[in-house]
C-alpha cells in the first residue's frame, strides 16, 4: 500500500534527529526530499471538461455529441455445462455485438425463469441464452424480458472466427448492416422473428461502445426450413463482400408468448431433435 504523508513521518523523522543529531544528518536529508516527493506526486484535481470544450477557436460551432435515445440493451451469456465451440461462438457474438453485456453462466439446475430476474438487475430488455444437453447438442434461446416473447432454436454447423480464419476484418464496435431474405416475409411466424433479431443484432445509433462506421453485414438467410447466419466485411470499393464469421444454423423449435416459457403460439412440424434422429439412423 502507499504511504501517506502526515504526522507519522513528522514522528519519525523528529526520532531519527535525536538518535543520529551529529553523525547521520544525510539520511535526514534522504527521508524529508522523499516526502517531499511523495508530496509533489499527489494528483492535481482535473480540469474541468466542459469548460474546456467550450473555449474552440472563434467561427467553429461547438460539436455535442447526439443523444442516445434506442436504449436497447442484449444479455448475452450460457448455462454451465457448455462445450468449447459453442463458448467460443458466445464470445464472437459479443465481440460483434457493442450494445451486448455479459453475465456469469447460469446453474442447470435453476429454471429459466431467473433469465428474467438476472437480465432485469442488469437492466437488459434483450436476452441471447445458449444451454447444452447431452454435452453435444446446443440450444439457443432469444426473446424480449420480462413479457415476450421468446423463441428456442437449434444451433447447428457451428464455425467460430478463431476456426475459420477468413480474410475478412472489420472494426470493432463498428454497426453493421442487416441483410434478411425476402422468405422472413412469407409467414407471420417468420416475420416475428425477423422483428426478434433485427431488435437483438442491430447495434442502437449513438450507443457509448459503438463507433460511427458500417464497415459490415449481418445476412440471415433461409433455406431448408433455418435460418443460416453469415458475417461479411464490406470492401473500400462497397461492390465486393469479404467472410468474416462466425458461421452458424438455426432450426426453429418454438415460438413462446412469455419470456422463456408460457402460452406456444408456434411449433415448427418440420422439426426434428437430435435424439429422435439418431433413433431413425439406426433403424
Same mark, same amino acid.
Given at each position: 500500500?502507499?504511504?501517506?504523508?502526515?504526522?507519522?513521518?513528522?514522528?519519525?523523522?523528529?526520532?531519527?534527529? /535525536?538518535?543520529?543529531?551529529?553523525?547521520?544528518?544525510?539520511?535526514?536529508?534522504?527521508?524529508? &526530499?522523499?516526502?517531499?516527493?511523495?508530496?509533489?506526486?499527489?494528483?492535481? $484535481?482535473?480540469?474541468? +471538461?466542459?469548460? &474546456?470544450?467550450?473555449?474552440?477557436?472563434?467561427?467553429?460551432?461547438?460539436?455535442?455529441?447526439?443523444?442516445?435515445?434506442?436504449?436497447?440493451?442484449?444479455?448475452?451469456?450460457?448455462?454451465?455445462?457448455?462445450?468449447?465451440?459453442?463458448?467460443?461462438?458466445?464470445?464472437?457474438?459479443?465481440?460483434?455485438?457493442?450494445?451486448? #453485456? &455479459?453475465?456469469?453462466?447460469?446453474?442447470?439446475?435453476?429454471?429459466?425463469?431467473?433469465? @428474467?430476474?438476472?437480465?432485469?438487475? /442488469?437492466?437488459? @430488455?434483450?436476452?441471447?441464452?445458449?444451454?447444452?444437453?447431452?454435452?453435444?447438442?446446443?440450444?439457443?434461446?432469444?426473446?424480449?424480458?420480462?413479457?415476450?416473447?421468446? &423463441?428456442?432454436?437449434?444451433? !447447428?454447423?457451428?464455425?467460430?472466427?478463431?476456426?475459420? #480464419?477468413?480474410?475478412?476484418?472489420?472494426?470493432?464496435?463498428?454497426? $453493421?448492416?442487416?441483410?434478411?431474405? +425476402?422468405?422472413?416475409? +412469407?409467414?407471420?411466424?417468420?416475420?416475428?422473428?425477423?422483428?426478434?433479431? !433485427?431488435?437483438?443484432?442491430?447495434? =442502437?445509433?449513438?450507443?457509448?461502445?459503438?463507433? =460511427?462506421?458500417?464497415?459490415?453485414? %449481418?445476412?440471415?438467410?433461409?433455406?431448408?426450413? /433455418?435460418?443460416? %447466419?453469415?458475417? %461479411?466485411?464490406?470492401?473500400?470499393?462497397?461492390? @465486393?463482400?469479404?467472410?468474416?464469421?462466425?458461421?452458424?444454423?438455426?432450426?426453429?423449435?418454438?415460438?413462446?408468448?412469455?419470456?422463456?416459457?408460457?402460452?406456444?403460439?408456434?411449433?415448427? $412440424?418440420?422439426?426434428?431433435?437430435?435424439?429422435?434422429?439418431?433413433?431413425?439412423?439406426?433403424?
Amino acid at each position: 500500500a502507499e504511504e501517506t504523508v502526515g504526522p507519522t513521518h513528522i514522528l519519525r523523522f523528529h526520532f531519527v534527529f /535525536r538518535v543520529s543529531t551529529s553523525t547521520n544528518f544525510t539520511f535526514i536529508g534522504l527521508e524529508l &526530499a522523499r516526502a517531499r516527493n511523495k508530496m509533489g506526486k499527489r494528483k492535481r $484535481p482535473a480540469a474541468d +471538461s466542459s469548460a &474546456a470544450e467550450e473555449t474552440v477557436e472563434a467561427g467553429e460551432p461547438l460539436l455535442k455529441r447526439a443523444k442516445w435515445t434506442d436504449k436497447q440493451r442484449v444479455m448475452v451469456f450460457c448455462s454451465r455445462g457448455i462445450t468449447h465451440r459453442p463458448r467460443h461462438l458466445m464470445m464472437d457474438l459479443r465481440v460483434l455485438m457493442p450494445h451486448s #453485456k &455479459a453475465e456469469t453462466k447460469l446453474d442447470r439446475k435453476d429454471k429459466l425463469f431467473i433469465v @428474467n430476474e438476472v437480465c432485469d438487475l /442488469r437492466n437488459c @430488455n434483450w436476452c441471447v441464452f445458449f444451454e447444452m444437453r447431452k454435452k453435444r447438442n446446443c440450444y439457443m434461446w432469444i426473446g424480449a424480458t420480462p413479457h415476450g416473447p421468446s &423463441a428456442k432454436f437449434l444451433v !447447428e454447423n457451428i464455425h467460430t472466427m478463431d476456426e475459420m #480464419k477468413m480474410t475478412g476484418n472489420c472494426l470493432r464496435g463498428s454497426r $453493421p448492416v442487416l441483410s434478411f431474405d +425476402s422468405s422472413l416475409e +412469407s409467414t407471420p411466424h417468420y416475420k416475428l422473428l425477423r422483428d426478434m433479431l !433485427e431488435k437483438i443484432f442491430s447495434t =442502437p445509433n449513438n450507443h457509448p461502445k459503438s463507433k =460511427p462506421f458500417v464497415d459490415h453485414v %449481418f445476412n440471415f438467410s433461409l433455406l431448408d426450413d /433455418r435460418i443460416w %447466419f453469415r458475417n %461479411f466485411q464490406i470492401l473500400e470499393e462497397g461492390e @465486393n463482400l469479404v467472410e468474416v464469421g462466425p458461421r452458424f444454423c438455426l432450426n426453429l423449435i418454438r415460438i413462446f408468448d412469455g419470456s422463456f416459457g408460457g402460452a406456444t403460439l408456434y411449433q415448427n $412440424p418440420n422439426y426434428m431433435g437430435p435424439t429422435r434422429e439418431e433413433k431413425g439412423a439406426k433403424r
